[in-house]
Each structure stands twice: as structure tokens, then as C-alpha cells.
């Protein structure tokens, strides 16, 4: 079997991003990405603007004759404020007060906080230094006319939308979301809202599945149980395939008599390229392609899921959606130091449950949660993180260890 690491570069070679763009209102642009380059219409700022409260002086003033006490002494013939600059000319010996976001005159070099002054009737005494250009931000500091700070493929963030708003830019040009149908199999799932019969459980893999991926910006087209028949399978798989720009699954994918998964999306046109990965939890992990749509089939049991669509499900989907940023189109490994007893990993990649804090030395603790396998639903609900224990390797308590975040 492959590594995880190598698994996923198969699957994200076999996959390219989808490339239509489309323009999103800017008040719902965040956690979109970006597809193609804004620029901004506007300098920014579109003046000469004062950085602190206080006067706007020609420089050249305050290296003139001081008071005994070191101050200069300037006529006030005015005041610029934001939205209300000062519309008259600043002589030698005058000065305008002026408020943090406001022009500074043309005539104007330098701002002395107000802190420095003491206005008295329509002069102040300033006691600081001829400096040029000290609390004044020149025009088009942050960005030029037909400039934009930022590129293709950038996962747009709350903070970039007052940027955008700046530049002008009221519809942001985005890819669209990938759409996706999550399904999973079993004749033994029931829904939530039905009482188990005998060998029955409620089935909860899809509603982690689809709002994580909710979460993750993508749409989801279509949820659903699916029991194990071949006919039903192939139904609502090839709808799905149909539908949806990815296909994700759970369950039936080991090697039982009732996995039926990858053999009826062979007979649907899927290609199988990927079938068992070195991982545990997660082991039977099937992904193949039919042109351009890839379908991952996970294991059923809900850490397996977890697993699954933070290693796998969640790169392969930023790639398709456009996504440049390598920590997303990557494994997203961090390191802390592991406080549970020694755990080995003989066969194949170990992944388990914990909660991540920070320490007192400021590096990260990974505390781990009381977990009885990969279908403890329970302990994959506590657990914000995966700690990671090598292939043929082995994690020791107070030891630094990679980790998986699942937030």
C-alpha cells in the first residue's frame, strides 16, 4: 500500500481546478476565490493624508525662531478635516489643525501631533522638530489607479472585503464552488428521526460530510443514504455523477460481500485509479475518475470520515476550486508536543484523536481523548486534531509530533 502523502499527490495530479468564473456581490465574497485580478479605479489613499491628530505645517517654519521655552509659534488659519479638507493657501508662519484621516494641504509637509502643541487663540506653540513628511501617508501609498494587492487563486478573507470596497470593486470576479454529492451506503443506516430496528444504527456521516463542506465553501448538490443494492447504487450514483462536479461516499468500500461501491462505479464509466492507502483509520479509501468528475469513496465509520476529508476530500476540492494557497492544497501538518502514553505504528500510519492547546513555553499540546476506535463517533466530537504516529515509528509522551487540525 501507498503512503497517505503519496496518495494524496495522486489524486491531486489526477484533478485540475474547474475555471468558470463569476461575478459574487461583495457582501458575500468572503471564503470565495478569487478568478481574476481586481484593480483598484481610485489611488489609495486618493490624497496626501494625516496620520494624527494635531497641525499641518511647512516644515521649513519649525527650523525659525523659537521662544525660550523651544517652541515655534504658528498662525492657525484653518482646519481640515475627513470629508472637509482646507480649501485656502498655507503661508509661511501658518498652520491648519488637522484630524487623522483628513488631506493635508499641498502646502503642507509635515503633522504635529497635538500632543505636542498648545493652542493658544488662533496661534500654537510647537515644541516639535522640522521633520518632512512625519505623520503625512503620500497618495497612493497602499495602492496605484489600475494596481490591486491581490492574485488569482487567493481565498478571499472578511478583511479583504473593506480592502475590495476600497478599490471600488462592488462585484468580486470568483470561481464558482464546486459542486458536490455526498452519499453514503448501508442497509443498516436509518435517519435521525427513525427509531433503530434490530442491527440498525442512524446514520450520521453525511450531515459531518455536508456541512464541513458547507464550510468549506463549496456546494453541496445532493445528501443521501443509499442501501446496498446494486440497482438502487447505480440509480443515485449516476444521477450524482450527473450533478455534481465531485462524488464523495461512505462506506462499502472494504472487501466484504455487501462492498458494492467501486463495482458499480466501475459500471458507471468510473475509472478506479486509487483503492487502500496506508493510513489508519481510513484504509479502504477508493477514488477514481470518470473524465473530469473524481469520486472518493471513504470508509464508513466515522473517524474514517473525519480522516478522509481533512487528508483527502479537502485538497482535492481546493484544487478544483481554484485554490492556489499550498497549506490548503497540502497535508495542513502542524507540530506539538504529545502528552499521551507511547504509541506505535507498525503496519501503517496511525491517526489519533486529541485536543490542542497552548502551552506555557508557547508550543502547542496535544492532550489526547478518550477514544475506542474509528467508530467512536463520540471521540471524534471531542477531538479538534489528529496526532500523527509514523509508519513503523512510534510517539513518546513530552515528545514533538505533526498533528492534523480538523478546525
Not at 227 to 249: C, I, M, S, W
Amino acid at each position: 500500500m501507498i503512503s497517505p502523502s503519496e496518495a494524496l499527490a495522486q489524486l491531486l495530479d489526477a484533478v485540475q481546478p474547474l475555471g468558470e468564473v463569476e461575478p459574487c456581490q461583495l457582501a458575500f465574497a468572503a471564503g470565495r476565490i478569487l478568478g481574476q485580478r481586481p484593480v483598484s479605479d481610485v489611488d489609495l489613499p486618493p490624497f496626501r493624508k494625516a496620520m494624527m491628530d494635531g497641525f499641518a505645517v511647512r516644515s521649513a517654519d519649525l527650523d525659525g525662531p523659537r521662544l525660550e521655552d523651544g517652541s515655534a509659534v504658528l498662525v492657525v488659519v484653518g482646519e481640515s478635516k475627513a470629508g472637509t479638507p482646507y480649501g485656502g493657501d498655507v503661508l509661511p508662519g501658518q498652520c491648519v489643525e488637522i484630524y487623522t484621516g483628513a488631506e493635508v494641504p499641498d502646502d503642507c509637509d509635515q503633522v504635529v501631533m497635538i500632543e505636542r502643541s498648545a493652542r493658544r487663540g488662533n496661534k500654537v506653540h510647537l515644541s516639535a522638530a522640522a521633520c518632512a513628511a512625519e505623520h503625512v501617508q503620500e497618495r497612493a501609498a497602499i495602492i496605484r489607479a489600475g494596481d490591486g494587492p491581490f492574485e488569482v487563486g487567493r481565498r478571499i478573507s472578511s478583511v479583504d472585503l473593506s480592502v475590495l470596497a476600497a478599490m471600488g470593486v462592488a462585484e468580486v470576479p470568483v470561481f464558482r464552488q464546486v459542486r458536490v454529492a455526498v452519499l453514503t451506503t448501508g442497509d443498516e443506516l436509518v435517519p435521525p428521526w427513525a427509531v433503530p430496528g434490530p442491527g440498525q444504527i442512524r446514520e450520521g456521516n453525511t450531515f459531518y460530510l455536508a456541512s464541513r463542506l458547507m464550510h468549506l465553501d463549496h456546494e453541496v448538490v445532493e445528501v443521501g443514504a443509499v442501501p446496498d443494492d446494486e440497482e438502487l447504487l447505480r440509480e443515485h450514483f449516476g444521477a450524482a455523477l450527473e450533478k455534481a462536479d465531485v462524488v464523495v461516499t461512505t462506506g462499502g468500500v472494504s472487501m466484504g460481500k455487501y462492498d458494492l461501491v467501486g463495482k458499480v462505479f466501475e459500471e458507471l464509466g468510473v475509472e478506479p485509479r486509487l483503492h487502500k492507502v496506508a493510513v489508519k483509520p481510513g484504509k479502504p479509501i477508493w477514488f477514481g475518475m470518470r473524465g473530469t468528475t473524481p469520486v472518493l469513496g471513504l470508509p464508513g465509520n466515522p473517524v474514517s470520515a473525519v480522516l478522509g476529508l481533512e487528508l483527502f476530500v479537502r485538497p482535492v476540492l481546493a484544487k478544483m476550486a481554484g485554490v492556489t494557497d499550498g497549506d490548503e492544497l497540502g497535508e495542513r501538518l502542524r507540530t506539538g508536543r504529545w502528552t499521551g502514553p507511547r504509541r506505535e505504528a507498525p503496519t501503517r500510519q496511525d491517526n489519533l484523536p486529541c485536543t490542542v492547546r497552548q502551552g506555557d513555553d508557547g508550543i502547542e499540546v496535544l492532550e489526547p481523548v478518550a477514544y475506542q476506535g474509528s467508530s467512536d463517533v463520540v471521540g471524534a466530537a471531542r477531538a479538534t486534531a489528529l496526532a500523527v504516529v509514523p509508519h513503523g515509528g512510534a510517539i513518546e509522551s513530552g515528545e514533538l509530533v505533526r498533528y492534523r487540525p480538523l478546525v
